[in-house]
């Protein structure tokens, strides 16, 4: 696999849209891009959504449950993020065609791992359908 750039062509950069409106709408949130040119998306410094793109495409990387991982990486299209995935990291291409809805809850699981708790208990389950 190709080491991924920071996000530059024209669907990357409407996928990075649509992805900091899911993430800005979660409190204390800030982003970042790294030295690798990855965009990370953070909570009190600590990530739960980071991209990149390469000629594969963009991909976003996502911090989930170790229960959620396995249920995902047998779905087509997600793997475990190289270097990361031991931890819960997992990835998947995205496209403009993602299903939003169901990478939200994903994105709000990533961010209940990386918050504070006093953070976590401002986000009621209704949010995140």
């Known amino acids: 696999m190709e080491h991924h750039k920071q996000i530059s062509s024209n669907e990357g950069l409407a ?10 709408e979660l409190p204390e949130v800030t982003e970042e891009i790294d030295g690798f040119g990855h965009t990370s998306f953070r909570v009190k410094d600590k990530p739960f959504v980071m991209m990149g793109e390469s000629k594969e495409g963009v991909s976003a990387a996502i911090k989930t449950l170790p ?63």
């Open 15 to 24: 996928v990075l849209v649509k992805i900091r409106e899911i993430c800005m």
């Open 67 to 129: 229960t959620t991982q396995e249920f995902l990486i047998q779905q087509p299209g997600y793997f475990k993020t190289p270097y990361i995935g031991q931890h819960g990291w997992t990835s998947r291409y995205i496209t403009q065609n993602q299903n939003w809805a169901e990478l939200k809850g994903y994105i709000y699981e990533g961010y209940c791992r990386a918050a504070p708790k006093r953070l976590v208990k401002l986000i009621s389950n209704t949010e995140i359908h």
